[in-house]
C-alpha cells in the first residue's frame, strides 16, 4: 500500500506534521462505529462462540436421537464405537468447514468486500439453522451433521472478514479495543450457549432443535442493520477507487463533515496503490518485508488453538463433581466459566489501548503455564486434601481469564495491523487456516494426550504457553497505536532489509511498469515526510 506516503494502516485519524493533534479520544466512537462493530460481531464471532459450547449440553438427547434413528432405519441399535464416532465427526467437522470458509474467503473479501462479505455469509448459518433444527423432525442426523458443516464455513468466512472490517474503519487510538469486540462476542456467543442449553430452557429432549434454530436469529439482525452501514473506506479508496463513496464513509465512521484531510492522505496511498494488485499467498511468503510478521501470525494463532482451553472444558465437570458439586447443580456453576471468560474479554478491551498488546498477550500466556502447573498438582493430588479441587475450580477459570484477558483475541488484532490493504485478505487466509487446522489437531488428538498422560496432560499446554509466550517476547514489537509504516519499521531490522528495501518488497512486480514506479515512490516518500496520519 502506502509508500512512505500516508503510511498504510487502520485509522481514520488525521494528524498534524508533527504527529500531534487530531480529535480526542473520546470522539473516536461514533455512533456508526460502534453500531457497524456491535452488528457486525453479533451476526459473526457470536456465532462462533455459540456454536461452541450449543453442542454440549444436548449431547445426550443428539446421542440418543442418532441411535433411535439408526434403529428405525436397520433394525438394530448402533453399537458403541458406531455412536461415539458419529457424535465425534458432528463436533469436529464444524472445524473442518472453518478450514474450507478460511481458505475461500479472500476471493469473496476481495470481490464484494469486507461488509457484503459478511452480508452473504449470513446465507451459510440460516441454511445450517434450517438443516439442524430440522434434523430431528425429519429423522435424519446427516442434517445435522452437515449443518455443522456449513456453520464451519460460516465461521471461517466471519473470522477473517470480521476482524479485516474493523480494522480497517478504526481510528488507530481505538483499533486494539474495537478489534477485542470479535473476542467479547465470542465468550457472549459462548455463555449465551450455555444459558439456553439449561433444562429451563432448550436443554430438554423435545426441545433442543429450537438451539441450533436459535442460530438464523443473530444472522438475520445484522441483514436487517449492516446494509445501512458503510463499507470500509479503504477498501473503497484503495481497491475499488470509488473517492465518494469513500468520502461518505469516513464521514460517517468519523461522525464529521469535513473529512478532506483523511481523504487527501488516503489519496496519497491510492496514488501509490493505483496500479497494485492483490497479493496471494505465495506472494506474501516470499516478500521478505513481511517474514517474520507472517511467522508471528502462526505462532499466535496456532497457541491460540493449541494452548489447552479445550482441555480445560473437558475437565471442568469432572472437577466440579470431585468438589462435591451434584449433577443437578453442575450446569449452572459452570456458567461461571463463561461470566468470566466474557468479563475478562471485556476488561481486555478496555485497557488494551492503555496497556498495549504484547504484555496482554505474553502476560496472558505466561499466567496459563502458572495456572496449568498448579492445576496438574491440585488434579494429582485432590484425593489426598480435601480443599484442593477448590483449587482447581479456581485454576480453571483463572486459565479462562488469562487466556481471555490476551491470546483469545489479540491474535486477530495483530493480523489486522502487521500487513498493508493489498496483503491484509491473504494473511487473514493464514491465519484463519492455522487457526483451523490447530482447531481440528486439538480435537483429534486431545483424547489420545488424555488418555495416555491423565492429568500431567496439562502440563503439555504450559509448555505450548511458555514457548509461545518466549517467542513473543523476543520478537513482537508493541503496535499500539502505530501505523503500519511505523510497525514495518520495528521489524525491518529482524526482516534483514531496509525501509525502502520494504517498500519496493511491497510493490515491486505489482505495478504497470516501472516507469511508473520509479516516478510514484519518491512522490511518495516526499508525502511520507508531512503526512502519516491515516493507518
Known sequence: MAGAAGTEGDTLVARGPRGGGGRARG???????ILASLTGAFGSSFLYGYNLSVVNAPAVYIKKFYNETWQSRY?????ESTL?????VTVSIFAIGGLVGAIIVTPIVK???RKCTLLLNNVFAVTAALLMSLSLLAGSFEMLILGRVIMGVDAGISLSALPMYLSEISPKEIRGSLGQVTAIFICIGVFTGQVLGLPEIFGQESRWPYLFGAIAFPSLIQVVILPFLPESPRYLLLEKHNTSEAEKAFQRFLGKDDVSHEIEEVLAESRVQRNTKLVSIL???RTRAVRWQVVTVVVTMGCYQLCGLNAIWYYTNNIFSEAGISHETIPYVTLSTGAVETLAAVFSGLVIERLGRRPLLIGGFGLMVVFFSVLTVSLTLQNTVHWLPYLS????????????IGPGGIPFVLTGEFFQQSQRPAAFMIAGTVNWLSNFTVGLLFPFIQAGLQTYCFLVFAAICFAGATYLFFVLPETKNKTFHEISQAFAKRNKVTLEMQEINHYAGERKSSAEQESD?????????TKKGIV
Not at 27 to 33: E, Q, T
Not at 521 to 529: A, I, T
Request: hydrophobic share 50%; proline share 2%.
Open 27 to 33: 470522539s473516536n466512537w461514533s455512533g456508526s462505529l
Open 75 to 79: 433394525g438394530f441399535s448402533v453399537n
Open 84 to 88: 461415539t464416532l458419529l457424535w465425534s
Open 111 to 113: 470481490f464484494f468486500g
Open 283 to 285: 506472494q506474501l511468503l
Open 393 to 404: 475450580i479456581f485454576c480453571i477459570l483463572a486459565i479462562i481469564a488469562s487466556f481471555c
Open 521 to 529: 515512490f519518491p512522490s511518495s516518500v516526499d508525502n511520507g515526510e
